[in-house]
């Protein structure tokens, strides 16, 4: 994970150059109280639109007209200095409450000044873009401007971070809805501004009322959305704050700059129809701990969506809208290396067990068929004090039957642990922090991704590397197995989605292009859970369900907020997405819709037209004990008549 290993210098420049101690200057001028008028941050941060957003952290208060911005140089951003830790990702209190106000208020502020001394390094740009306002192509290092200054900005202290002494913005993160409108606001009344207007009904943004749930019933265009936001009140249409959220979203890539002479993009077409909104329940809250680890929901049934708090495991049932509370991490048996206690930095549910992993190596393990109430065990993966666990996921043994539970963790490590017996089974290291990793359905083969631009597909058993696969441009922080075995999927943060068919890994089956920024999670649909499909997560607002079987059509999904998670029901007809926001977030459930046969397939001179509609055929599906509906179930699905009890 690099946010916590390393983090790449601007070129150019020494590996310590980016803080030299002898060279900083922070200056704290000002503490802007919520309750009195305050002066803005300056104009300049007009420079990039995708970068920056200090003006959100420093407005005036929501009763007060905005104050006209006073000149300062130019904005930038400082990346933290190589080996120090991540900052914690503040999008709400612990365990979905909301976060506590501060005595200085909510827009408290500080001001850094960064000095580093010797000319400046050279200005990069992705995409072969030039010039500033670059939009989510924007460098992660933001605007380095002459004369060796970094200029003064102004950051909210919630997003601050103390490092060896040092304030540092917790820059990977992007603005929650709050703080998008308000900024929005502040731009579209600023000269020239190149921002839509926005009335000044959004200033109320912070006491809005949110419904304890949103269904399909409700649903109603721009005036309530599956967010219960009411965008004529505000006077905007909702594909407008779409289009000014892409505008101000920043991409975070570690490897820079991006090459140039790269194939053109061609999107997938938007033309597919797999799934639609059912209901949001916003009494569920993710805790997100770290803006590049998403895997932090996971559904075991359609009733039960297991999520993370910062201490505590909630399991959720959308359909009733009930919560329980089943793991409490607080005073954990094993004591965490992480300072501040327990973590959850990854969770994930699957044959039988509940697997949680923490920032400090640690882990919790409880049977899903255990009686209620009866304690979890605990452990530790890694003693290393880089032994964040930054994914894992569970398969079953091909020789034992027993549930396995794969850690991936940033000391460049992978464990196994028999989850029958709480003993680790297998370690296999390799030459960068491990970020996630995914195990064939036989068990065979396992998909490795890192800190690292090319994908390993190794021996499950012996950790022997048997294939690299190269094409990606950066890190990465996804991969996904087919059911069916033969499709893998990987995600990286250049934004791309490789597929290869695992008995031909020369050259990808596909690839598919993410909008706004890289993939942070991917889910093939189960098999026997129709048409099949992959889902792929950004960081924030968008899912994509693309066609797994042409891959020539997606659905994109869109909402307001920062993803934490996603999961399909083990049956396939129902899938989950947590949304982390503070404001407008929750458990969002879609369902399956046109679940009988599609259209005539086309020319079979395509050589994956052969594979089937769903994972298996209809024989193949009778006889996977995976699948669990049977052959009526599903043809009373494929009429739409699946809910009706006989």
């Given amino acids: 994970m690099s946010g916590q290993q390393q983090q790449q210098q601007p070129p150019g420049a020494s590996q310590n150059a980016a803080l030299p101690s002898s060279a900083v200057l922070f200056s704290a001028l000002q503490t802007l109280h919520h309750d009195a008028p305050a002066p803005t941050a300056d104009g300049a941060m007009d420079v990039d639109d995708g970068a920056f957003y200090g003006l959100a952290q420093s407005m005036p208060p929501l009763h007060s007209a905005p104050t006209p911005p006073q000149p300062a140089p130019a904005a930038a951003q400082v990346p933290p200095s190589p080996g120090t830790g991540a900052p914690e990702d503040a999008l709400g209190a612990d365990d979905g409450a909301p976060a506590p106000a501060t005595s200085a208020g909510p827009h408290a502020a500080v001001v850094a000044a960064v000095v580093v001394s010797g000319p400046p390094p050279p200005l990069v740009h992705l995409d072969g873009q030039s010039g500033v306002g670059a939009g989510d192509n924007t460098s992660s290092y933001g605007q380095l401007v002459g004369n060796g200054m970094l200029a003064v900005d102004a950051y909210d202290s919630a997003d601050m971070v103390d ?117 949001l329940n916003t009494r569920d809250r993710v805790h997100l701990s770290h803006f590049q680890l998403r895997n932090l929901m996971c559904a075991a049934s359609r009733s039960d969506v297991y999520y993370a708090g910062k201490t505590h495991i909630f399991a959720a049932d959308p359909g009733s809208n009930a919560t329980r509370m089943v793991m409490d991490l607080t005073k954990p048996k094993i004591e965490s290396l992480y300072p501040g206690g327990w973590k959850t930095s990854t969770l994930t549910a699957g044959h039988g067990v509940l697997v949680v992993g923490g920032f400090g190596g640690e882990y919790a393990l409880a049977s899903l068929d255990a009686e209620w109430g009866r304690r979890h065990a605990e452990g530790l993966v890694t003693g290393d004090d880089n032994g964040i666990t930054n994914h894992v996921h569970t398969y079953l043994d091909r020789h034992s039957a027993h549930a396995r539970a794969v850690f991936c963790s940033n000391d460049r490590k992978i464990r196994v642990l028999d989850c029958a017996t709480e003993a680790f089974v297998k370690e296999h290291e390799y030459d960068w922090p491990v970020n996630c990793a995914a195990t064939s359905p036989d068990g065979r083969l396992r998909c490795v991704v890192g800190d690292d631009t090319a994908v390993t597909i190794g021996d499950a058993e012996t950790g022997r590397p048997l294939q690299q696969l190269h094409g990606h441009l950066d890190y990465g922080f996804a991969c996904a197995w087919s059911d069916d075995g033969l499709h893998v999927a990987t995600g990286n943060q250049d934004k791309q989605v490789r597929v290869y068919d695992a008995r031909y890994w020369a050259r990808p089956l596909a690839v598919v292009y993410t909008e706004m920024a890289g993939a942070r999670a991917l889910r093939y649909s189960p098999v026997g859970g129709g048409k099949r499909v992959l889902l792929v997560a950004e960081p924030a607002d968008l899912l994509h369900l693309v066609d797994a079987q042409l891959y020539r059509s997606k659905q994109r999904l869109d909402q307001f907020g920062e993803i934490a998670g996603v999961s399909f029901a083990p049956d396939g007809g129902e899938f989950f997405a947590a949304n982390a926001d503070e404001k407008l977030g929750g458990i969002m459930e879609y369902e399956r819709r046109g679940h009988g046969r599609g259209p005539a397939r086309p020319a079979a001179d395509d050589h994956h037209l052969d594979e089937p509609w769903d994972w298996a055929d209809d024989d193949g599906l009778e006889r996977d004990g995976r699948v669990g509906r049977n052959a009526s179930w599903r043809a009373r699905r494929a009429a739409g008549l699946e809910r009706i009890v006989v």
């Fill in 163 to 279: 490092l060896d002494g040092f304030l540092l913005e917790d820059f990977e993160r992007n603005l929650d809805f709050i703080r998008f409108v308000e900024q929005w606001y502040y731009r579209a009344s600023l000269p020239a501004g190149g921002y839509p207007s926005i009335s000044d009904g959004v200033l109320g943004v912070r006491g809005w009322r949110r419904p304890a749930q949103v269904t399909a019933a409700e649903l109603d265009g721009d005036r309530y959305d599956a967010q219960g936001v009411d965008w004529t009140s505000v006077g905007v249409m909702r594909e407008t704050a779409r289009h000014v959220r892409r505008k101000l979203y920043h991409n975070y890539t570690n490897i820079l700059p991006r090459p140039v002479g790269l194939p053109p993009v061609c999107p997938l077409s938007d033309t597919a129809n797999f799934f639609r909104f059912r209901r």
